[in-house]
């Protein structure tokens, strides 16, 4: 089985929305340029007519330009490992797949079964959210991941002492992708749920939250959030623009929370806010 690779060149803005829209056509890998980003897909269920319909549908509003090229099987694994480097946040936090050499001198290592962006900490908005994470005190506590993904920032609440740690997504494969991630790291989560935030019951309030989702998803979801963080515990919200922090805020007062510090990366931010 072949494999075709696509590099889009796009405004950066429109970058999430393609590759979210793209994998709606079964693209499963996808890795961050500088430019835009490469997809990967079997040629078997590659439609080259679908592609063209769907970058059609944004031509009016961004610039896209495209190539493809066939990867030969045996070429896969070489290609992939070509475009994933690991991530390194200061000196406290290495990120690494599993074809890659474990790199002594951080606190903390984190290995990811790659198979999207999203979730391995290339992404800006990840990126801020384990750099926040590295400011408060975990030990002893007990966390939900909305949107988790690939996991990541559960597995980082673990590795920095918290007790207990949950997540939730509503995307099948990165539930199975979280899962063998955690394996990875040899950490039991107490629970990893299929499905939107209000279809769920639990126990007890959580210590942390964490929602790294987009801009609508997290204006909807606030008042879930709220609920679901016990009073003086902490949320952890990116996803969104720079430009949109101050609407995020005026929806997490109005939620009961008062921020405590946020971050801006390549104008995407990240805001850590307290539970009063």
């Not at 056509?25 to 080259?48: K, M, N, P």
């Not at 890659?100 to 992404?123: R, V, W, Y």
């Not at 990875?184 to 959580?206: C, M, R, S």
Request: charged content about 25%; some cysteine; aromatic content about 12%.
């Amino acid at each position: 089985m072949n494999y075709i690779e696509i590099k889009v060149h796009c405004d950066s803005p429109f970058a999430d929305i393609l590759i979210a829209e793209m994998g709606e056509l079964d693209f499963d890998t996808f890795v961050e340029t500088e430019v835009g980003f490469d997809g990967y897909i079997s040629e078997e269920i590659f439609s080259h007519p679908a592609l063209q319909t769907l970058f059609n549908k944004y031509r009016k509003q961004t610039r896209i330009w495209y190539e493809l090229k066939k990867i030969p099987k045996e070429n896969w694994n070489e290609e992939w490992e070509k475009n994933y480097d690991p991530i390194e946040i200061g000196d406290d936090i290495f990120v690494r797949a599993t074809f890659h050499e474990s790199k002594p001198g951080f606190k903390h290592e984190i290995i990811i079964h790659p198979q999207m962006s999203f979730g391995t900490g290339h992404h800006e908005t990840t990126h801020q959210m384990l750099a926040l994470q590295l400011e408060l005190d975990h030990v002893g506590t007990k966390v939900l991941d909305v949107g988790s993904g690939t996991g990541i920032l559960a597995i980082m609440a673990s590795k920095l002492g918290a007790v207990e740690v949950s997540a939730t997504d509503i995307d099948d494969w990165c539930i199975e992708n979280a899962k063998e991630n955690f394996a990875l790291n040899g950490i039991e989560p107490k629970q990893v749920l299929l499905g939107t935030i209000d279809e769920f019951t639990f126990d007890e309030p959580f210590d942390i939250l964490y929602a790294n989702i987009n801009k609508n998803v997290l204006l909807a979801e606030m008042e879930y959030y709220s609920k679901l963080t016990k009073s003086g515990g902490y949320l952890f919200l990116s996803g969104f623009y720079t430009e949109d922090e101050a609407d995020l805020l005026e929806c997490t007062a109005a939620n009961g929370f008062e921020k405590i510090k946020s971050t801006e990366r390549k104008n995407w931010a990240a805001i850590l806010l307290k539970k009063v």
